[in-house]
């Protein structure tokens, strides 16, 4: 739990419960060393409590990487929710996780995640101010997906060119598992740049409309890893490259949005012996982060923002840079590269 040998354990984590709600929330915070510890917080049913809180301490770490990567003033930390089994009452149970949020006297700073909203994060100020991702009159602010799906496009772009030599996304061929928040605009993205997709949803309705709106050959959800494509987009959940996905690979590039894509170090080492290149998740899905950032620190505004979740492009390019010299997977690279940046920046 104290984290492993090479890797700064967690500075706090705060187990919270509120028996009027239903709350039990775990709040991890794993750095502060670059500012407040910045990262979404997850609603989600577990099948028990060390599960979520895996979940916590591992979504946290990779906060950490994904800040410092990204250039920003905030160290890395993330919460999850456990889904109550029962009836509840969404916004009082939300308004009780605020209070523990603000109970850490800006030491985490909250956001959307996997099965949280903007009226979520919304509700939540009137019981803290450490909330970011609201919807804002007049102001920039809200759902981070569309810049999350930014990144993780000119990531694409970036690998095609540099892995395959093309000089643009027609005609490449795409699999996006999953059509979600972001997976439906990356969706979008590719295909105005002429991509060709290859898309599978566990929400039929979804992959219909993708069908009918972006000319998507639809496969199931057990073939979308082994599709006959040239780049994987994972945008659903964790751990989808492992052992048994790897093998069936035929893409020469994965790039997508879902946090904690490589079930272990090791099957990062899998794919490069594959000779399939990796951008590792952190790396490219970092527009989210970066758009309520901004939003938190009052500098919102859609242009600048769009313009910095667009230099992910150069950290891309950069990497394929350094492990032309370094020789390791751009796992280990980038890996190495942002613990190098968990340091309080020079300039915040
Ligand atoms: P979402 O919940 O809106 O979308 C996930 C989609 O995946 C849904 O359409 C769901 O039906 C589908 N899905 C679930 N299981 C599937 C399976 N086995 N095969 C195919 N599709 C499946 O979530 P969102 O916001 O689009 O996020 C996607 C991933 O990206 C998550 O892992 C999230 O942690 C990560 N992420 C999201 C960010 C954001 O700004 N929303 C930022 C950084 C990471």
Redesign the pocket.
Same mark, same amino acid.
């Given at each position: 739990l104290f984290g492993l040998p090479d890797q700064a354990p967690h500075e706090q984590v705060l187990l919270a419960a509120d028996p009027e709600t239903g709350l039990r929330a775990i709040l991890a915070v794993h750095s502060t060393a670059r500012g407040p510890a910045f990262g $979404?917080c997850?609603f989600w049913s577990y099948d028990n409590e060390l599960a979520a809180l895996n979940d916590a301490l591992r979504l946290s770490q990779g906060m950490s990487l994904k800040n410092a990567l990204a250039n920003l003033p905030f160290g890395g930390g993330k919460a999850v929710i456990i889904k109550p089994a029962g009836d509840f009452d969404r916004p009082a149970l939300f308004a009780a996780f605020g209070r523990a949020v603000q109970s850490l006297n800006g030491a985490y700073i909250t956001a959307? &995640?996997?099965?949280t909203t903007t009226a979520d994060m919304k509700g939540m100020m009137a019981t803290t101010q450490y909330v970011s991702g609201i919807p804002r009159e007049g102001a920039f602010g809200g &759902?981070?997906?569309p810049?999350?799906a930014f990144g993780v496009f000119v990531s694409i772009d970036e690998g095609v060119r540099r892995v395959m030599g093309r000089d643009s996304l027609e005609g490449v061929r795409v699999a996006l598992?999953? #059509? $979600? /928040?972001? =997976?439906?605009h990356l969706a979008e993205y590719l295909h105005k740049a002429g991509a060709k997709l290859v898309v599978? &949803?566990?929400?039929a309705e979804?992959v219909s409309r993708a069908q009918a709106e972006f000319g998507a050959t639809a496969v199931s959800?057990s073939d %979308?890893l082994g599709a006959d494509v040239d780049v994987v987009a994972p945008? *659903? #959940? =964790?751990a989808v490259l492992n052992s048994t996905t790897i093998p069936a690979l035929r893409a020469r590039l994965i790039a =997508?949005? *879902?946090?904690n894509q490589l079930a272990t170090a090791a099957d990062g080492d899998a794919l490069q012996a594959r000779g399939i290149t990796y951008l590792p998740?952190y790396l490219v899905? /970092? $527009? =989210? %982060?970066i758009s309520v950032a901004r939003e938190f620190r009052g500098e919102g505004e859609e242009t600048a923002v769009m313009n910095e979740v667009a230099q992910i492009r150069g950290r891309v390019s950069e990497l394929l840079d350094r492990i032309k010299t370094s020789g390791q997977t751009p796992a280990r690279e980038a890996d190495a590269w942002a613990r190098s940046l968990l340091v309080k920046p020079a300039k915040a």
């Open positions: $979404g997850r959307e &995640d996997v099965g &759902d981070p997906s810049k999350t598992q999953g #059509l $979600g /928040a972001v =997976g439906w599978a &949803d566990v929400n979804k959800v %979308i945008c *659903a #959940l =964790g =997508g949005a *879902a946090n998740d899905n /970092a $527009g =989210g %982060i």
